[in-house]
């Protein structure tokens, strides 16, 4: 019988951190910003299928990078969690909080256990309130810790820089033009300083708006509006866009909007 | 829903333990649900009340619900269950859709609501029935469509028009004698507040407009713009037309003898 070499668990989990790290830093990064009406999302995904943002619930979101098999499982599981609680409590029962929560046990474990490879994801939840005070969002790493954010976050590739870059230029109270235009700005700078330059096409955008007068305050920013809010037009919300059909996606009593 | 029934099935309408019959029970009924459509739509309308036997036991419950964007689903039969089993179906849809990416083919909900209608097959036989009616604008055909049910699941689509409930025998031939397939959305909704209006004249479970406690049916209309529930202001101001003619007329408009 031959024993197996030593391995020091500082070392084994240094290792598997290490393995995680590698992985998420590969893929393209994702900026999460506050605006004044909510939260905006922004991804660099060539992909119009595959989304890197999500809807969870009525007021929650979901972000991730890495590997894409791994963080659609868990978004998946997110949705179930949350329909599940929706349906047997009250849809005002589902918290980002408690989402969150979850997914730290989740990642939490995997990342602890010998038998299964740590998960190479990191993932963004955010709930938008009443107002922007209450907004919320947590950031997941890998590890399954929670980290409560304000303001801007940024996770993939560039992390650290962009979140750097973002912290110095987000203010509270921007337009959703303006957190756009910041997030836009703040993928595009590289490494070495350089810029690229992003179009429409290469982003995936979306809001949680808290003025929508559904339910449901997700809603994706595709196409020509998109383009609209990059070139300017400051001050336009969401909201506002004509071609958004009216009417609650779910419940009667959504068809009134509490904060107009 | 695939993954309540394997996580958590005490949850689901049909998976709960019939206790034993002990006399009739008296339980809270819906009664009349109409629907048709029009050019660019569909409109699905109920009545307020719930009977409990002889009494009335409320005189502003609502039946009609959106299921989701595109679709409404109205109820008749009893009261509780179907308020459960719409606010499941909602939440599948939804839930299909956040998962999936695409919503459900209108196609996919009406055969949807049909298992979940089946399986309540076994409270049905005990009187416990739901019987749905489910309309909803279909994106690929692009048109509005109407299906109805039995209490077994069966499913067929309706064309023009449909009612069920209670009332029913009277909405459909009033409906029969005013439907015609060239109406606007704002005809249509006179046309079901009218078949609505000779259910409760004729059927003692289906209330009338209540003009005093201002108790109006619930209109609503779907189109390729989604779902849109009549307000309150709209709704009195097709009942006070109808009824101020009503007034003059009060078995309603007449249609020609050939």
């Known amino acids: ?260 | 829903m695939d993954f309540l029934g394997s996580h958590a099935p005490q949850l689901l309408p049909g998976n709960r333990a019939l206790p034993p019959m002990q006399g009739a029970v008296e339980i809270p009924h819906g009664t009349t649900i109409v629907a048709a459509s029009f050019p660019g739509g569909v409109v699905l309308a109920g009545d307020r009340r719930a009977t409990m036997g002889n009494v009335i036991a409320q005189r502003d419950i609502e039946k009609v619900f959106p299921a989701d964007e595109y679709s409404a689903v109205g109820i008749a039969g009893t009261a509780g269950l179907a308020v459960e089993m719409v606010k499941l179906f909602q939440l599948e849809l939804e839930h299909f859709e956040k998962v999936e990416g695409v919503q459900l083919s209108l196609e996919g909900k009406a055969n949807r609501l049909s298992t979940m209608i089946r399986s309540n097959l076994g409270m049905a036989m005990q009187g416990l029935a739901v019987v749905p009616l489910f309309a909803g604008w279909d994106v690929d055909r692009q048109k509005g469509r109407i299906f109805s049910y039995d209490v077994t699941g069966g499913r067929s689509e309706e064309h023009g028009f449909a009612a069920t409930g209670s009332g029913s025998v009277f909405a459909r031939g009033s409906l029969k004698k005013l439907f015609r397939p060239d109406l606007t959305e704002s005809q249509t909704t006179t046309l079901v507040v009218q078949a609505l209006y000779d259910a409760a004249d004729d059927d003692s479970a289906t209330g009338g407009p209540d003009l005093a406690r201002r108790i109006y049916p619930i209109v609503t209309v779907i189109t390729d713009e989604g779902f849109r529930k009549l307000t309150e202001a709209e709704c009195s101001e097709v009942v006070r037309a109808i009824h101020d003619r009503r007034l003059e007329e009060p078995d309603g408009p007449r249609a020609a003898l050939l």
């Open chain 1, 1 to 260: 019988m031959s024993t197996p070499f030593y391995v020091s668990p500082q070392q084994a989990m240094a290792d598997r951190a290490e393995y995680a790290r590698k992985g998420i830093a590969r893929g393209r990064s994702v900026v999460v910003l506050q605006y004044t009406d909510g939260v905006v999302f922004v991804a660099e995904n060539p992909s119009r299928a595959l989304h890197k943002v999500s809807e969870i619930y009525d007021r929650i979101a979901f972000a991730a990078v890495g590997k894409y098999n791994e963080f659609e499982n868990l978004r998946i599981g997110g949705v179930r969690y949350a329909d599940l609680r929706g349906y047997t409590y009250d849809r005002d029962d589902v918290t980002a909080r408690g989402l969150a929560n979850v997914y730290a046990q989740t990642l939490g474990n995997i990342f602890s256990s010998a038998g299964e490879k740590p998960y190479e994801v990191e993932l963004i939840v955010a709930e938008v309130g009443a107002g922007p005070e209450n907004d919320q969002i947590y950031r997941l790493p890998h590890d399954g810790s929670i980290v409560d954010e304000h303001g801007s976050v940024a996770v993939g590739g560039n992390a650290d820089q962009i979140s750097a870059y973002l912290d110095q230029r987000h203010r509270d109270g921007m337009t959703l033009s303006e957190a756009l235009k910041l997030a836009v700005e703040s993928l595009t700078r590289d490494n070495n300083g350089g810029e690229r330059t992003l179009t429409a096409e290469q982003l995936e955008v979306a809001v949680l708006d808290r003025t929508r007068p559904q339910q449901r305050k997700f809603k994706r920013l595709l196409g020509r509006q998109l383009s609209r809010l990059l070139e300017g037009a400051s001050g336009a919300s969401a909201a506002d866009e004509p071609d958004e059909p009216e009417g609650p996606a779910e419940g009667a009593e959504g068809s009134e909007s509490p904060e107009e």
